[in-house]
């Protein structure tokens, strides 16, 4: 099958779909004797990410398949476009997240050994509404845990081919650098305290930010700990009976 003619079909379909298609989707569009195959469809995605070298418009691979997006340089002038401003990412929601995709599979009991609090109900609702985590199986061992992982909506939302492509933790130092990281560009939901099942979401407007992870965060005191969020949006960590001083560490 020509090139050329392969290429205009596979630009055609990918920026009709409105989401990533993977080769077997696009080998799909054609009639079963017609089929070009994998090969010829990297040619011509090859070919096509070549015309739009300098156009404002790429071709990117992630986890679901093949997209067309606009360039990330070009996303602050663009994005004036949209005049609400997406809700922040609250830092436990953010913590949670990156210790999921860092070390799944992981239960949610070794979730909150790693960051010494309680995890919320709420944070955890909230990433698998947005298909960002799911249950992938069961820890063989009393009571079989649920084991979290994160899904390839996960890696299509951060612009990311497979997990290989998170930055390593030796370069993450910071869970205030989390967001520019990974690019975040739209909103998502804050957590709260995570001890009763009737706690309710809150998001905070916020300009857009991008991510990356921090690693383990506790506290010496021995007393049970969890999410709480704050008037203004900001999670805290407090004992479960008693007021914590005024130099509290913030989540």
Not at 42 to 57: G, M, P, S
Not at 102 to 125: A, C, D
Not at 213 to 240: N, V
Request: hydrophobic share 35%.
């Amino acid at each position: 099958m020509d090139i050329v003619y392969l290429k205009r079909i596979v630009e055609g379909a990918l920026l009709a779909a409105g989401n990533p298609l993977n080769l077997n989707q696009l080998n799909s569009l054609f009639p079963p004797d017609e089929q070009p195959g994998h090969g010829p469809l990297r040619e011509a995605l090859a070919a096509l990410d070549a015309d739009l070298a300098d156009r404002a418009v790429e071709l990117k691979e992630v986890g679901s398949g093949f997209r067309l997006q606009i360039r990330s340089d070009l996303m602050p002038a663009i994005s004036q476009l949209w005049t609400e401003k997406p809700p922040r990412y609250s830092r436990a929601l953010l913590e949670t997240l990156a210790i999921i995709a860092y070390r799944q599979p992981i239960t949610r009991g070794e979730i909150e050994q790693i960051r010494g609090v309680s995890v919320s109900s709420n944070i955890l609702r909230t990433l698998q509404e947005r298909d960002w985590i799911k249950v992938i199986g069961h820890r063989d061992v009393p009571g079989r845990p649920e084991l979290i992982g994160t899904t390839k909506a996960f890696l299509d939302y951060f612009n990311l081919k497979s997990l290989d492509e998170l930055p390593t933790l030796a370069e993450i130092k910071d869970i205030d650098n989390l967001e520019p990281e990974l690019e975040l560009h739209h909103p998502a939901s804050e957590g709260e305290k995570s001890d009763s099942d009737e706690d309710h979401e809150k998001e905070d407007a916020a300009p857009k930010s991008g991510e990356q992870l921090s690693g383990p965060d506790t506290e010496g005191s021995g007393d049970e700990q969890a999410d709480e969020e704050t008037p203004d949006g900001e999670a805290e960590r407090q004992p479960a009976a008693t007021q914590e001083p005024e130099d509290q560490r913030s989540n």
